[in-house]
T-cell receptor, first 112, second 114 residues
């Protein structure tokens, strides 16, 4: 399977703390994306990082990509209760055409 | 922009009935994806269209599932006959391109087959 796997499966932190989620994948990729899903809603795109990039920032989000280890991490700084959601990584394998394969997700709970 | 529109939002049907899920992608997007999400299996890609043409349907579970995209503004996912194990949330997403572009998800259709 080309599906990514997020780690941990669940994470609970206090508001104001940083949250780090990891994603591992199996095959060479062109791009990796992170999405957020609030309960009962569709997924919302957060950030895209290309295979030739190592780090990317967007507001309180920081994404790193290590293609040699086939892994990525998503850091949310100064977390807020509104960050409570599930977070997914999605990868497009080099040989898989244009579609993305989503991981299993990390469920983040930020306690006010 | 209204975003990706899916209908119905909820569907409850009896086993053996035909179910049709509908999706209107964002205008101008040329890629459309159907996903199924369950607790057990997570988010699964069912089928992917590019310029209205099915590119990869390897994720379609079996012959009971079929998808069409007759034009750039409409797609359907049909299950006939439906079974209880088809109960899931079905998402449609569109994208202005392929893998290098973000996908915009609809709100999903929650299907319950009794």
């Amino acid at each position: 399977s080309q599906q990514g796997e997020e780690d941990p499966q669940a994470l609970s932190i206090q508001e104001g703390e940083n949250a780090t989620m990891n994603c591992s994948y199996k095959t060479s990729i062109n791009n990796l994306q992170w999405y957020r899903q609030n309960s009962g809603r569709g997924l919302v795109h957060l950030i895209l990082i290309r295979s030739n990039e190592r780090e990317k920032h967007s507001g309180r989000l920081r994404v790193t990509l290590d293609t040699s280890k086939k892994s990525s991490s998503l850091l949310i700084t100064a977390s807020r209760a509104a960050d409570t959601a599930s977070y997914f990584c999605a990868t497009d394998a080099v040989k898989a055409g244009n579609q993305f394969y989503f991981g299993t997700g990390t469920s983040l709970t930020v306690i006010p | 922009d209204a975003g990706v529109i899916q209908s119905p939002r909820h569907e409850v049907t009896e086993m053996g009935q035909e179910v049709t899920l509908r999706c209107k992608p964002i205008s101008g997007h040329n890629s459309l994806f159907w996903y199924r999400q369950t607790m057990m299996r997570g988010l699964e890609l069912l089928i992917y269209f590019n310029n209205n043409v099915p590119i990869d349907d390897s994720g379609m579970p079996e012959d009971r599932f079929s998808a069409k995209m007759p034009n750039a503004s409409f797609s359907t996912l049909k299950i006939q006959p439906s079974e209880p194990r088809d109960s899931a949330v079905y998402f449609c997403a569109s994208s202005p391109g392929g893998g290098g572009y973000e996908q915009y998800f609809g709100p999903g259709t929650r299907l319950t087959v009794t």
